[in-house]
């Protein structure tokens, strides 16, 4: 059977998309949702598109939603991605807060990162860490909290493995060496050292982030562009709420807040540019 999607169910499906996940997809990108669906569409015996937005719209099951959005989002990663951010977590952000540990300022250091897609973000910021000197400071006193939509993705990033084309993907071969095992038919698992560092949970950006906590460092990276404006205004806003005072925001390298938050202090560190919550004033002793 050849699916065709008409221009009201594209309609239909891409607002279904951007109320679950926030995700806004221009008519340029309709091309995504009948090459990406129609596998689904099939499987779930429907008719046409419509049909399946239909289904999807009234259903429960939690398994069809996520297997819409495992198909739409866009897990697009690979490791140390442009680079200057971890450069400047090293060399500027972490020196800082194990500094503040030494000088009892400081009990631990919290980071997010906050779509982490198959895992690369979240084991690059912790071979980061365990490469920036002063590591055995934070022996306790560090957590990793990374977070997905895509529960597929989620599983891949939780198993450590990758293929030779995901492990090339801006991994050098020093360490792909000390960091991952080679297995049969060259797949690479990584070792339990880094592995342990991180904790994945699926959320969806959407939710209140109270459950969460407050973050020291929050990556979110190279994702907003996806999102409707006005999403945009609230979740930075969220963000910035979730950092602690003084705590700092990463985003893609070709991603800015101005036209979305005033609240972020833009700070510089070589070609990375991020953004830090203020630190509020203590209030005044009369």
């Given amino acids: 059977m050849q699916l065709q999607l008409k221009e009201d169910e594209f309609n239909l499906l891409r607002l279904y998309v951007e109320q679950e996940c926030g995700i806004s997809v221009t008519d340029e990108k ?4 009948e ?13 046409s598109f419509g049909e399946f937005y239909l289904k999807a719209r009234n259903t429960q ?4 939603k996520g297997q819409i959005i495992d198909a739409i989002t866009t897990n697009e990663t690979l490791w140390f991605r442009d680079e200057s951010p971890f450069i400047t977590l090293k060399e500027q952000i972490l020196p800082a807060f194990i500094n503040e540990i030494k000088e009892g300022k400081r009990n631990q250091i919290k980071i997010w990162s906050a779509a982490s897609s198959t895992g690369q973000e979240p084991y690059s910021i912790a071979i980061t860490i365990r ?3 002063g590591f055995d400071t934070l022996n306790g006193r560090l957590s990793i909290v990374a977070s997905d939509i895509s529960d597929a993705a989620l599983k891949t990033a939780r198993e450590g493995r990758y293929d030779s084309v995901a492990i090339a993907r801006g991994l050098s071969p020093q360490q792909r060496e000390k960091y991952f095992k080679e297995e049969p038919n060259r797949t690479y698992v990584l070792k339990d050292e880094i592995r342990t560092m ?13 459950s969460l906590g407050k973050f020291d460092v929050i990556f979110l990276r190279n994702v907003a562009i ?24 990463l985003l893609g390298s070709s991603e800015h807040l101005q036209a979305y938050n005033q609240d972020f202090q833009p700070q510089h560190h070589g070609r990375c540019i991020y953004y830090q919550r ?4 203590p209030p005044r002793m009369s």
């Fill in 131 to 133: 490469e920036t000197p």
């Fill in 61 to 64: 099951d939690a398994l069809l």
């Fill in 226 to 249: 996806y999102f409707a404006h006005d999403f945009k205004v609230k979740l930075f806003q969220k963000l910035y709420q979730s950092l602690n005072p003084g705590g700092f925001l």
């Fill in 278 to 281: 203020k630190v509020e004033n």
């Fill in 30 to 33: 309709r091309y995504l949702f």
């Fill in 198 to 210: 991180v904790r994945f949970q699926q959320f969806n950006l959407q939710q209140p982030f109270d």
């Fill in 35 to 47: 090459t990406r669906l129609t596998d689904l569409v099939k499987k779930y015996n429907c008719k």
